[in-house]
């Protein structure tokens, strides 16, 4: 069965936006899950500067169909400049499948209008 999911890596200034952002994408039906992950150095580089700051990680699991939805959300909402959205394909059937097909129906639910 090809399920064509994907897992969007964002990263946040804090919680508090990587949990406003999460919340929408539900309420919208852009996505099935989220995780929070709190207390992340991120080392970079911005307008010829080296960075360090302290982020959050914003785990998005949704549909291929909902991908650019999400994006576009997650742009507006966003505090940054440019926000990291980086979009990766969850293999076929690698994993609990039963939780796959959870995440696909769950990603399938038709968008709030």
């Known amino acids: 069965m090809y399920r064509n999911l994907r897992l ?11 949990q406003k952002i999460g919340r ?17 150095t991120s080392m970079y580089k911005w307008k010829g500067e080296i960075q360090e700051d302290k982020e959050c990680i ?8 909902r991908v650019q939805r999400v994006t576009r959300l997650i742009k507006e909402m966003h505090s940054y400049e440019v926000p990291a959205v980086l979009s990766l394909t969850i293999t076929e059937d ?9 995440l696909e129906k769950e990603s399938k639910q038709p968008f709030k209008l």
């Open 8 to 18: 969007l890596y964002v990263t946040t200034s804090d919680h508090a936006e990587a």
């Open 24 to 40: 929408s994408l539900l309420e919208e039906n852009l996505a099935a899950c989220v995780n929070i992950i709190d207390g992340m």
């Open 58 to 65: 914003l785990i998005v699991k949704t549909h291929y169909s």
């Open 94 to 102: 690698e994993g609990n499948v039963e939780y796959l097909d959870w």
